[in-house]
Every structure is written in structure tokens, then in C-alpha cells.
């Protein structure tokens, strides 16, 4: 089908996969160098009050939403049981029907208050795409991307606990078709997340304050292709390390700041550019080789391999490492605001905005919402908004009980 290359290249553009690539096109194209995945929406952030903080959550308190940002938070949890909704219209500046949609939940088992399971579902909307067949017919495709994971997490002391997690993976960017030599298909694959988080409380001066720091390793898993194997993408692997310190400003009143850093355990695709013989030209022999080997490295070989295949070195190795900084106020849990900064490599996307946010919780529900601001003003991503709802079950028997 001669118009299937050019929706699938429009679904992509519509996910934020190619527009970073376009923005930079004509300023660093000679080290602009992005690394490659399929499923790239496994990497938005899914609820509000992570958002807000520049998008992080590795090591902050334990929320309805930890199972996207450090699972084995849950075991730390505070209510036996919650379960949030959040919603993100996505690229609110190109178009006005892809959204992103995750709902999450956990429940605390055993008779000790250490172990929890956890489950979540995200659904991403690519909107309507209109095709063309080679006919002259016109139709129209709905694209989407979901994922629904199971978790598990469990306090290995009384300040350090971890977390697994299990997750089925459905990508459809294409739609079937009686085309001579159309191998299209929706892709599937699995993957697994393992997370740590340790949570101590030092005092200083005469207060009594909150440390924690944590890690979550996240979809370990399979590659996925939409061709029948053919051209297999890397899911988007993750290590995100975080810290997070919480301190009283007065009665009611406390203040946490935090720092997350983000590498894709994922190898970098070889530009042609960068293999160039003795002549001064480029090699097309030696960069078809290293091509090659790209895309039959396995998944797990690949996680290593991103920590030193990089064409510019340490340098450029640097350059892969994203970072979030964010703060969160709080008055006596109830009333919150929140500010962060998430800052990505020109070389490598330029994603970089501030994010901003409040919430407001009750006995039994809680609502979040956060807004970002991009620094560049044609960023796609600018003036994005979240909302989570999500809905407390300690509370909820404390109101049923009472009646």
C-alpha cells in the first residue's frame, strides 16, 4: 500500500516521536543523534502531580500513581488501598484527539502492612488518521498504543523495600488490508520493571525530617516489530534514580525537593555519517555491518551496550542522561503546590520545560492537575495539561462505616 509508510510516519510525528528531530533539523543536524524506540508513549509521564514536578516521582512519597515511577513505593503506603484515573491531552497544539488515559491502583495484603499488589492500564490515543490507497480510496485509521501491568512490592526491612513488575504491551499503528505485500501488523511484546526504594527519617536540629532515595529499573522486556519481525524496535528500557527530601517549614507546613535522572538503556542506531573510510568517504560496507548488528543485538545485550556506544564518546553519553528537579508544598496533606524543571540534551530531543501544579485532597478523594510550559514556544508540548482524580479506600470505609 503505497500511503501505509506515510500514515505510519504521521502517527509518529503525532506521538512526539519525529518533532524534536524536526525542530533541530537545521541547528545541530551533525550531532543531533535521538536514540530510537518503538512505543515511545511507555515514556509519558501518566499523572498530574508527577508532571507538575518536571516529571519525577523515583523517590517521592507514596501515591496511587507509584507504579509508573517506582512500584516498590507501595509497600511504604499509607492508605491500605487507593485507585486514580488520570487524563492527558496530548499535543494539545497540533491536534485536539490524541489524549493519553492510565488508570492505576493498589491494595495492601498480609497482616504486617509490608506487602502490596498493584495494577495499572494506559491507553494512548493517536487520534483519526486519514489514508489514501493506491485506488484512489479514502478511509481513515484510529492508531493507539495500551499497556496493562501487574505489580508486586514488598518491605525487605523496616526502611528499604522492592518491587517487580509485569506488563503486556499492544502497539497498532496499522490496520489490515488486502494489499499484495502489505505485512503491517499490530505489535505486541512483554516486558518487566524492578524498582528499590529506602526511606529514613534523620533528625535536624529539633525537627524531625524524611530522606528516601529509589530506583526503578523499567520495561525490561522484548522488542517489537509491525512487519512480521522485519525492522524490530527496542522497547523504551529506563533506569531512573531519584532522591527526595522532606522537611517541616512549621506546624501543617512541609517542604519536599527532589531530583530524578533518567537513561535509556537503549543502544544508539549508527548513522551512516559517522562511519567514513580512509578516503574521507562514508563507508557503506562498514555502516551496514554496524546496522545489522543494531538490529539483531537482543534486548538485554542492548542495556549494556547503551552505556558505551555512543559516536561521540562520554561526552555524548553525558548527553543521555535527563534530568528532573521539582518541589512539592504541602499543608497538612490536604493542600498542595508544585513546581519542577525537566531538562533533556539538544542533541538528543530537547525536550525542556517547567511544570506546575496543585492538588487538593479530602477523607476520600483527591484531585490533581498541572500545566507545562515549554522554554521554546514552538514545542509541541507546550501548554500541556493533566488531571488525576483518584480515590482513597481507607476512606471510603471510614464514610460507608459511619452510615
Request: aromatic share 14%; hydrophobic share 35%.
Amino acid at each position: 500500500m503505497a500511503n501505509r509508510g506515510q500514515a505510519l510516519a504521521a502517527a509518529a510525528i503525532i506521538a512526539g516521536v519525529c518533532s524534536p528531530a524536526l525542530y533541530a533539523a537545521d541547528n545541530i543536524k551533525n550531532e543531533f543523534n535521538p536514540i530510537q524506540t518503538g512505543v515511545t508513549s511507555l515514556s509519558i509521564a501518566p499523572d498530574a502531580r508527577g508532571a507538575a514536578m518536571g516529571d519525577l516521582g523515583a523517590a517521592t512519597d507514596p501515591d496511587v500513581n507509584s507504579q509508573y515511577w517506582n512500584p516498590s513505593k507501595y509497600a511504604f503506603a499509607y492508605s491500605q488501598g487507593s485507585i486514580g484515573l488520570s487524563y492527558t491531552p496530548w499535543l494539545r497544539k497540533l491536534v485536539n484527539d490524541i489524549f493519553l488515559a492510565d488508570l492505576a491502583g493498589y491494595w495492601k495484603i498480609g497482616s504486617q502492612d509490608n506487602q502490596a499488589l498493584s495494577a495499572s492500564l494506559r491507553y494512548f490515543s493517536l487520534g483519526e488518521v486519514n489514508t489514501t490507497d493506491v485506488a484512489g480510496v479514502n478511509s481513515s485509521i484510529n492508531p493507539y498504543e495500551m499497556a496493562l501491568d501487574l505489580g508486586y512490592s514488598r518491605k525487605l526491612s523496616e526502611k528499604f523495600s522492592m518491587g517487580v513488575v509485569f506488563r503486556y504491551i499492544y502497539s497498532d499503528l496499522a490496520y489490515n488490508t488486502s494489499d499484495v505485500g502489505d505485512n503491517s501488523t499490530g505489535a505486541s511484546a512483554f516486558a518487566a520493571d524492578i524498582s528499590g526504594y529506602y526511606t529514613t527519617y534523620p533528625i535536624i536540629g529539633q525537627n524531625e525530617c524524611q530522606w528516601s532515595w529509589g530506583f526503578n529499573v523499567s520495561n525490561i522486556g522484548s522488542k517489537v516489530a509491525y512487519d512480521n519481525g522485519n525492522n524490530p524496535a527496542f522497547l523504551p528500557t529506563n533506569l531512573r534514580l531519584g532522591t527526595t527530601f522532606m522537611f517541616p517549614l512549621a506546624d501543617y507546613h512541609t517542604l519536599a525537593l527532589s531530583l530524578d535522572l533518567n537513561k535509556l538503556l537503549v543502544p544508539t542506531r549508527p548513522r551512516q555519517q559517522d562511519y567514513i573510510n580512509a578516503d574521507g568517504q562514508e563507508d557503506q560496507e562498514a555502516y551496514q555491518k554496524a546496522l545489522d548488528d543494531w538490529k539483531d543485538m537482543s534486548p538485554i545485550s542492548g542495556i549494556f551496550k547503551s552505556f558505551s556506544d555512543a559516536p561521540g564518546g562520554t561526552k555524548e553519553e553525558i548527553r543521555e542522561i535527563n534530568y528532573s528537579i521539582g518541589a512539592e508544598y504541602s499543608y497538612n496533606q490536604q493542600f498542595f503546590l508544585r513546581a519542577g524543571y525537566y531538562h533533556e540534551s539538544e542533541f538528543k530531543g530537547n525536550r525542556q520545560y517547567f511544570g506546575f501544579g496543585a492538588g487538593f485532597s479530602l477523607n476520600v478523594v483527591r484531585l490533581d492537575a498541572s500545566y507545562m510550559l515549554a522554554t521554546a514556544q514552538t514545542s509541541p508540548l507546550d501548554q500541556t495539561l493533566r488531571f488525576t482524580l483518584s480515590f482513597d479506600m481507607d476512606g471510603l470505609k471510614s464514610l460507608f462505616g459511619k452510615r
